[in-house]
């Protein structure tokens, strides 16, 4: 059974500050990795999708890395901005499985 | 283009009574995804539907069931409500899904589901 871990669960930076967030999954067998900004009440907000055969994707400010033998992928956020604070969740595919999020507040 | 709609917005049921909830893709995609988001326990993924099949089911009870229609649309009943089914109900959709792979997912805004 996959399971998928987001540490850390909260995270406060100031403005202007690079930073990591990170998801774990058990189960190497995935398909891609999918990350999500969800605002608070809201629906998800894809930000970027990796494919197992790659190891990157980069979008604007934001570049996620998957490692499947290691069962890591990360999310770099550079020169955080207010408008970034959100929940921002991985989910491992094909199995559906989403990690319980980073809350991320970016503070002016 | 549109993005994935959900109607309604909110819903407030009695426990015991059933629920409707329902769910419109992005043009093209035929798969269509629901999951619950409750209160403290993440995102939950409940139902997958494919082409007007279902491909794969989370680990909800029988009460919890849907189905796609021919325009690809999807509908999710929850029967015999009880005050733990409260949460946001989210649906997602992606292009066609083949044998093991999922695609990538686009999420509508939600349904809030509140049970008294």
């Known amino acids: 059974k996959q399971e998928v871990t987001q540490i850390p669960a909260a995270l406060s930076v100031p403005e202007g500050e690079n930073l990591v967030l990170n998801c774990s999954f058990t189960?190497?067998?995935?398909?891609?990795l999918q990350w999500f900004r969800q605002d608070p009440g809201k629906g998800l907000t894809s930000l970027l999708l990796i494919q197992s055969s790659q190891r990157e994707q980069t979008s604007g400010r934001l570049n996620a890395s998957l490692d499947k033998s290691s069962g890591r992928s990360t999310l770099y956020i550079a020169a955080s901005q207010p408008g970034d604070s959100a929940t921002y969740l991985c989910a491992a595919l094909p199995q559906l499985t989403f990690g319980s999020g980073t809350q991320l507040t970016v503070l002016p | 283009e549109a993005g994935v709609t959900q109607s309604p917005t909110h819903l407030i049921k009695t426990r015991g009574q059933q629920a409707t909830l329902r769910c419109s893709p992005i043009s093209g995609h035929t798969s269509v995804y629901w999951y619950q988001q409750a209160l403290g326990l993440g995102l939950q993924f409940l139902l997958w539907y494919d082409e007007g099949e279902e491909r794969n089911r989370g680990n909800f009870p029988p009460r919890f069931s849907g189905r796609q229609f021919p325009n690809y649309s999807s509908e999710l009943n929850v029967n015999a409500l009880e005050l733990e089914d409260s949460a946001l109900y989210l649906c997602?959709?992606?292009?066609?899904?083949?044998?093991?792979?999922?695609?990538?997912?686009?999420f509508g805004p939600g349904t809030r589901l509140t049970v008294t």
């Open positions: 997602a959709s992606s292009v066609a899904a083949g044998t093991k792979e999922v695609y990538e997912q686009y």
């Open positions: 189960d190497s067998a995935i398909y891609n």
